[in-house]
């Protein structure tokens, strides 16, 4: 444990005084007019808003200086937000007996929120005390940053202690220290960004000592020491998983994600190759950005969706007959699968009949290729009853304009009866070796479109 030597509490903000000036001039405003200090006049629960609105508790604290009134407000605001960066040149343990003294001094019956951002100066033992006091000041929302150029902060044991989190938020962290099993009874939100384990069992330990978690973000990088990662919680509602692309080679195998009550599900990875998924009978949203390769029962998974945003990196990718996606009423499908993505788009209009928007985006802003061969092999030899029914807005985002896609445009367009909206704009720097825009274009406007009322945009 570093020691810190003990000072008046006001010496920390030294700077002090020129901030409860400035705090003063922009509080007391009213008193330049009138000369009276109406904004002390208001209720102490409104006065201590105001100063949670403030960005750091250093200029909190600053405002103790402004009156009488205002000289013990500070104590009782239940957001606490602390950045050693504003420390920069000086001598850090003015921040850490900053940090400790706020903490010993607040009087709000609970600390709703703590907010760390920290640097490469700060220790496992500052870290851990800061926690054991807010602890003891029955925290909600705990949220620890360490800065990414300075690599990774070891958290202390003590966070295994709450029974009050409802919310926590880890950035740049290494928990293999924290003891498990722990019982984290009251979490319901946890996000987990570019995070360091102990190994796979750490992973699936860590999670399952959440039984209320109903929100979880993780942003992955390649060295978090996680190979197979499980996600198996009952009641979860929200699921982001992100890999980020810091290296060439992923170390990562596979996902496994057991979540049978998940409504919102949100994942971009383009390096794990396995995703094991169990059903999720009330999934409202998926956003999808991946390569996974095996994708059977990663489609039988989502027959629930309604709202629909896909993007398959892998063109091996299987789509199995017989599933009807029977509540999907808004699909974007990504177009950068040359050579895959008009046989899924068939396949998904044959499958959702309540399909109402149709929104396609070709995500891959490189240039389009004059080798590109694609064909539509699976054209509907029917008209899907999405289109005869129910859709109603079409767009096309970064259309590459090739007499292909005009084909599929034109199919779209043609028997839509119910369309009363579409949007087409081009894909920038288009090559005119494979395209000609302005004819495309012109056939386009001037094509007898499935439905009368339809107002069509072409960018």
């Given at each position: 444990m570093r020691l810190v030597t003990a000072k008046p509490f006001g010496e920390v903000t030294t700077k002090g005084k020129n901030q409860a000036k400035e705090s003063a001039k922009i509080l007391n405003c009213q008193s330049c007019k009138f000369n009276v200090d109406k904004i002390s006049d208001l209720p102490e629960d409104l006065l201590v808003h105001i100063l949670s609105l403030l960005p750091t508790t250093n200029d909190i604290v600053a405002t103790s200086g402004v009156s009488k009134r205002w000289e013990s407000l500070w104590k009782k605001v239940h957001k606490l937000r602390?950045?050693?960066?504003?420390?920069?040149?000086?001598?850090?343990?003015?921040?850490?007996?900053?940090?400790?003294k706020a903490l010993v001094l607040h009087k709000a019956p609970t600390l709703v929120s703590l907010r760390l951002?920290?640097?490469?100066?700060?220790?496992?033992?500052?870290?851990?005390?800061?926690?054991?006091?807010?602890?003891?000041?029955?925290?909600?929302?705990?949220?620890?940053?360490?800065?990414?150029?300075?690599?990774h902060i070891r958290l202390s044991r003590r966070l295994c202690d709450s029974k009050t989190l409802v919310s926590l938020k880890l950035k740049n962290a290494i928990l293999g220290a924290i003891c498990l099993p722990a019982c984290f009874s009251s979490l319901k939100t946890l996000h987990l960004r570019y995070a360091k384990y102990s190994g796979d069992e750490f992973v699936r330990n860590l999670i399952s000592s959440c039984p209320s978690l109903q929100n979880l973000v993780v942003k992955r990088h390649n060295e978090d020491n996680v190979k197979r990662f499980v996600i198996k919680v009952r009641y979860l509602k929200s699921l982001t998983v992100y890999l980020s692309p810091l290296?060439?080679?992923a170390d990562s195998d596979a996902y496994v994600i057991n979540t049978p009550n998940l409504k919102y599900l949100n994942i971009k990875d383009h390096y794990t190759d396995l995703c094991s998924f169990e059903?999720?009978?009330?999934?409202?949203?998926?956003?999808?950005?991946?390569?996974?390769?095996?994708?059977?029962?990663?489609?039988?998974?989502?027959?629930?969706?309604?709202?629909?945003?896909?993007?398959?990196?892998?063109?091996?990718a299987q789509y199995p007959e017989g599933i009807i996606f029977s509540q999907l009423v808004h699909l974007e499908l990504c177009t950068c699968d040359d050579s895959k993505w008009l046989n899924l788009l068939a396949k998904l209009l044959r499958d959702s009949p309540k399909l109402r928007v149709l929104k396609l985006n070709d995500k891959n802003h490189d240039f389009v290729s004059k080798y590109c061969t694609y064909s539509w092999n699976q054209q509907p030899t029917y008209v899907p009853q999405c289109l005869t029914e129910n859709?109603?807005?079409?767009?096309?985002?970064?259309?590459?304009?090739?007499?292909?896609?005009?084909?599929v445009a034109v199919y779209i367009l043609k028997n839509s009866t119910c369309l009363k909206k579409s949007v087409i704009s081009p894909?920038?720097?288009?090559?005119?070796?494979?395209?000609?825009?302005?004819?495309?274009?012109?056939?386009l406007a001037s094509m007898f479109m499935g439905s009368s009322s339809c107002e069509l945009k072409l960018d």
């Open positions: 602390f950045n050693d960066q504003i420390y920069h040149g000086k001598k850090y343990e003015s921040f850490l007996h900053f940090v400790e951002s920290v640097g490469p100066k700060c220790t496992a033992d500052d870290i851990g005390l800061w926690i054991k006091l807010a602890l003891d000041r029955n925290i909600c929302e705990l949220i620890i940053k360490h800065y990414s150029d300075h690599g290296h060439d080679v059903d999720m009978p009330y999934l409202d949203e998926a956003n999808l950005d991946v390569a996974f390769t095996d994708t059977e029962k990663f489609f039988e998974s989502l027959t629930s969706v309604k709202k629909l945003s896909l993007c398959l990196k892998k063109s091996e859709l109603e807005i079409f767009e096309w985002r970064n259309y590459k304009a090739t007499f292909k896609e005009r084909d894909k920038f720097k288009l090559s005119g070796e494979i395209c000609d825009h302005h004819i495309i274009r012109e056939d």
